[in-house]
């Protein structure tokens, strides 16, 4: 069983920045597709980013040139840099993971998910 925890998550103004972290734990990491969702209230969860195992990597239109995906896979973590954030960024964000070799798009795709970390950006 794979158990994602999230952190980093906060309040910021509108145009900085946030990096989101999470750890993966109970798999082999190293070969897990990995990715970000987030979900606004009364929204359907969405998707944000995703990377593979090989690195490969997919932005929703939305955050393209803003946020960045990355992964370490000797600290087990898969992070979101969140750059020039506004107001509409606001949302709880996920992390999820999949033993699947390709990088992952849709909910439905991924097996485990993290509690979530919040993220307000203020106008």
């Known amino acids: 069983q794979v158990q994602l925890v999230e952190s980093g998550g906060g309040l910021v103004q509108a145009g900085g920045s946030l990096r989101l972290s999470c750890v993966a734990s109970?798999?082999?990491?190293?070969?897990?597709?990995m990715g970000w969702f987030r979900q606004a209230p009364g929204k359907e969860r969405e998707f944000v980013a995703a990377i593979n195992w090989r690195g490969g990597k997919v932005y929703a239109d939305s955050v393209k040139g803003r946020f960045t995906i990355s992964r370490d896979n000797a600290k087990n973590t898969v992070y979101l840099q969140m750059n020039s954030l506004k107001p509409e960024d606001t949302a709880v964000y996920y992390c999820?993971?999949?033993?699947?070799?390709?990088?992952?798009?849709?909910?439905?795709?991924?097996?485990?998910w993290g509690q979530g970390t919040q993220v307000t950006v203020s106008s």
């Open positions: 109970g798999g082999t990491f190293s070969s897990y597709a």
């Open positions: 999820a993971a999949d033993r699947s070799t390709w990088v992952l798009t849709n909910v439905e795709s991924y097996d485990y």
